[in-house]
């Protein structure tokens, strides 16, 4: 496989992974996690809910908080899904290591 057909299977992937709404873009959760949601960026926090497998999130805005390794890798990002709801970034397929929204306030 070419580096053009690695880059056109990436962003199929990335795209089947991404759905918008209005100007908030929703992701995939890892697929058979059941993904906690907290109050904070923070396993310290208290947990909200928790988000059923398979589930997609909109992601209005991130911050740094705890460090936490899951399936899309180790990240100290914190995904704002509701008012004071958030996911960690490791459970959420952005298709980036980097922020994918605005920083929270």
């Known amino acids: ?23 908030v873009k929703r992701y995939a959760t890892a697929p058979g996690y059941r993904v906690n949601v907290r109050s904070g960026p923070s396993t310290q926090y208290p947990i909200v809910r928790a988000l059923a497998a398979g589930s997609t999130v909109p992601i209005h805005c991130q911050k740094p908080g705890e460090w936490i390794s899951g399936p899309y890798g180790t990240t100290n990002l914190w995904d704002n899904i509701a008012p004071g709801e958030y996911v960690s970034d490791a459970y959420v397929n952005t298709g980036s290591d980097g ?3 605005s920083r929270c306030a």
Not at 10 to 23: E, I, Q, R
Request: charged share 10%; hydrophobic share 40%; proline share 0%.
């Open 99 to 101: 922020y994918v929204a």
């Open 1 to 23: 496989m070419g580096t053009d057909d690695k880059q056109a299977t990436a962003a199929v992937t990335t795209a089947a992974s991404v759905t918008t709404t209005g100007t």
